[in-house]
């Protein structure tokens, strides 16, 4: 898994380290690994190195340092480097002073954006971990007269290290390279960092804030039949999904769950007829008492919110098996706290940013790692708060992430496909955490896959298409193990 940690914990692991090796060691070997990345992302662009031009913005802390002390390797392989002090009274002296001394110039002055002499690249060392808040007006003047593509030491400038969030001017980098471990911000805010390089450098820190699965983590943990299953070990999940206002939401929790490799399928509501001209396999009854058994429950997409809904609901959450909430039942939820009391089987809810509100009753705010966290374990439940970057938290604390990679799921009824998926992973036996990681992973790459399929360019992904893609994007992760 990829592992995520806060600044706090970032700098305790350094201070050994830094204490048990000459002055600058420890930046000379992040600043080394900076430079190389610069020097191929110039390769990369431009096709040279020699002669290319590089602009160093220079900040007081550490991060300054770093993008010093990378310059001077630079300017040593023929780059004519700029560097930029943002205060003329506080940088690191010995490194700007290396760099003078290897051809590089120092200055106040940013110098020509366009024409031939416009740096081919911007070395962004402004502020790093100890950074809060958004960029000081002279910061921001000159990262908005940039044109050239950036890379970021650590992090972007203006974005919080440990939530990621971004309340005024800020960088937004097209590389990150980041020293020892991933930062929080590197998860929770993909969007600003751009790609993300990791160096090493002897660090170790511990515990990790934040997890994410890798592609191939997910193809091992996903659930294959083996020579000895059958449709009940493989995994049975109930659906109670879908009214006569909303079949859809019944049609897509159901083929989502089929296509999650389940061992069988049974479905509860009043669209079984839709269900059933969609995948015939699917078992449907009217009546909750005629399910049969069922290992794991999806309750709530488009399922409504009258008192004959409300009932079920309470029904299901009154038996063992893991039961997760969605849509329409998490407005039951939010109207009946009362219905999660002396629930002693796994519970899932899966929010957007508006149900989490109604349902917790504060919406998730800037630090959403931190709400989901609360609220997790304020009700007892593993949450799932859905957006570009899905968090989620079970009650003891720890958190997986998953970054979209693109708005493709930002679709109607794409929540519902979602849920088909988890529930048939809870079903299969996965732990909570996996089921809800492989989950929301293989949902992001399936739409992907149907944003690929033949149609207008631009055109909205269907949630029926990606639903219909999630065979593709399993086999896909599969692969990648």
């Known amino acids: 898994m990829l592992r995520y940690y806060a600044a706090d914990d970032i700098r305790a692991a350094e201070r050994p380290v830094i204490a048990a090796a000459p002055p600058d060691a420890l930046m000379r070997r992040a600043a080394h690994g900076l430079a190389l990345v610069v020097a191929r992302e110039l390769r990369e662009r431009t096709g040279g190195i020699a002669g290319r031009r590089v602009t160093l913005l220079v900040g007081s802390g550490d991060n300054g340092g770093d993008a010093l002390w990378a310059g001077t390797e630079l300017a040593r392989r023929g780059v004519a480097v700029r560097a930029v002090l943002l205060d003329s009274r506080r940088f690191h002296r010995a490194a700007a002073a290396a760099l003078r001394r290897a051809g590089g110039r120092i200055t106040g002055d940013l110098g020509p954006q366009e024409g031939p002499a416009a740096p081919d690249l911007v070395v962004d060392g402004i502020v790093g971990l100890s950074g809060r808040g958004p960029l000081r007006p002279a910061a921001a003047e000159l990262v908005d007269r940039v044109r050239a593509p950036i890379v970021a030491v650590d992090l972007p400038s203006g974005v919080d290290a440990d939530t990621g969030v971004v309340d005024g001017p800020a960088v937004t980098a097209a590389v990150t390279v980041t020293f020892g471990a ?8 993909p969007q600003r960092c751009g790609r993300i390089e990791l160096v090493p450098i002897g660090i170790d820190p511990s515990p990790p804030a934040l997890s994410a699965y890798r592609d191939a983590d997910i193809g091992r943990l996903w659930p294959v039949p083996g020579p000895h299953d059958d449709k009940y070990t493989q995994g049975v999940v109930g659906i109670v999904a879908g009214s006569a206002h909303f079949p859809g939401a019944a049609v897509l929790s159901t083929v989502a769950a089929v296509a999650a490799t389940s061992g069988m399928v049974r479905y509860v509501g009043s669209a079984a007829d839709r269900v059933l001209d969609r995948r015939p396999e699917v078992v449907a009854t009217a009546d909750l008492a005629d399910a049969g058994r069922v290992q794991a429950w999806v309750v709530g997409p488009g399922a409504g919110t009258d008192d004959a809904a409300r009932a079920r609901l309470a029904q299901i959450l009154a038996r063992p098996e893991p039961v997760l909430v969605d849509a329409d039942g998490l407005t039951l939820l939010a109207d009946a706290p009362e219905l999660l009391q002396g629930r002693t089987g796994i519970t899932v809810l899966t929010p957007h940013d508006r149900e989490f509100e109604r349902v917790v009753g504060r919406p998730p705010g800037a630090d959403r790692v931190s709400s989901v966290v609360e609220a997790a374990a304020d009700l007892g439940v593993h949450l799932l708060l859905k957006g570009n970057v899905t968090i989620i938290a079970d009650p003891g604390g720890t958190v997986v992430v998953n970054d979209a990679g693109s708005a493709w799921p930002a679709t109607a009824g794409s929540g519902d496909v979602l849920s088909g998926v988890s529930g048939a992973l809870l079903a299969a036996g996965l732990e909570p955490l996996d089921a809800l990681g492989c989950a929301t992973r293989a ?25 219909e893609s999630l065979p593709t994007a399993i086999a896909l992760l599969r692969a990648a193990v």
């Open 443 to 467: 949902h992001s790459v399936a739409a992907v896959e149907a944003a690929r399929a033949p149609g207008p360019a631009g055109a909205p992904v269907r949630a029926g298409a990606i639903a």
């Open 182 to 189: 991933l930062r929080n911000a590197h998860a929770l805010n």
